[in-house]
């Protein structure tokens, strides 16, 4: 069953405290993203990667970093947590040959 | 960049009814143009699509529309039911995805929560 998967779901933690959200699929597909949730923003893009050691910046990524040294796995990084980064983040996947995203369930993040 | 607007952001009908949501993007070489659906709770799933060479797509009670002089495209949902009520985001990109161009992302409007009145 082809699966994207987010670890933790929900967290809280504290100003200043690193944390890394980690985002898996088992489907070989290349595109990776992240996307942080706010209400009345939709859906924005925060870092994509096209293959492994490939990634960029997408709308927002201030605050964050990623990493792709493996194709199956794309961190999501905050060194510095603050109450602004405060979302619902989304990994999303999909292959360079389709178009569909695949989104993982989701993570709620609080910063207190 | 792509910017896309997504109107109106909250949606009832009463079921049964038809419901429209419209998007409009700034990109003209924007060429593919997804629909996602989030229930309550959880994650996007896409429901329909089209791209730029087809200016009319169907699925069952769903249809999408696009105007490309207008540059806008919107989603019919016909015959309503309670299973419908959702947040439905649009949005936009350049595809197919290449690494010969680069970044071809997607954006994504704001959402259109609708909910269907029984």
């Known amino acids: 069953e082809a699966q994207v998967t987010q670890n933790p779901r929900y967290l809280i933690t504290v100003t200043g405290k690193k944390l890394t959200v980690t985002c898996s699929q088992n489907m070989n597909h290349e595109y990776m993203s992240w996307y942080r949730q706010d209400p009345g923003l939709g859906l924005r893009q925060i870092y994509y990667s096209m293959n492994v050691e490939v990634t960029d910046k997408g709308d927002v990524p201030e605050g964050y970093k990623v990493s792709r040294k493996e194709k199956r796995n794309f961190p999501l990084i905050l060194e510095s947590p603050s109450p602004n980064q405060t979302s619902l983040y989304f990994c999303a996947v999909s292959g360079l040959a389709e178009n569909e995203q695949f989104f993982g369930p989701g993570t709620r993040l609080t910063v207190l | 960049g792509e910017n896309v607007e997504q109107h109106p952001s909250t949606l009832s009908v009463q079921e049964g009814d038809s419901a429209v949501i419209k998007c409009t993007y700034s990109?003209?070489?924007?060429?593919?143009f997804p629909w996602y659906k989030q229930e309550l709770g959880k994650r996007p799933q896409l429901i329909i699509d089209?791209?730029?060479?087809?200016g009319e797509k169907k699925d069952q009670r769903i249809a999408v529309t696009l105007n490309k002089t207008a540059k806008h495209f919107s989603l019919h949902i016909t015959e309503t039911q309670p299973e419908d009520s959702a947040v439905y985001f649009c949005?936009?990109?350049?595809?197919?995805?290449?690494?010969?161009?680069?970044?071809?992302?997607?954006?994504f409007g704001t959402g259109t929560r609708l909910t269907i009145i029984p």
């Open positions: 990109d003209s070489a924007s060429n593919y």
């Open positions: 089209i791209r730029s060479n087809v």
């Open positions: 949005a936009a990109s350049k595809t197919p995805h290449s690494i010969l161009f680069g970044n071809e992302k997607l954006t």
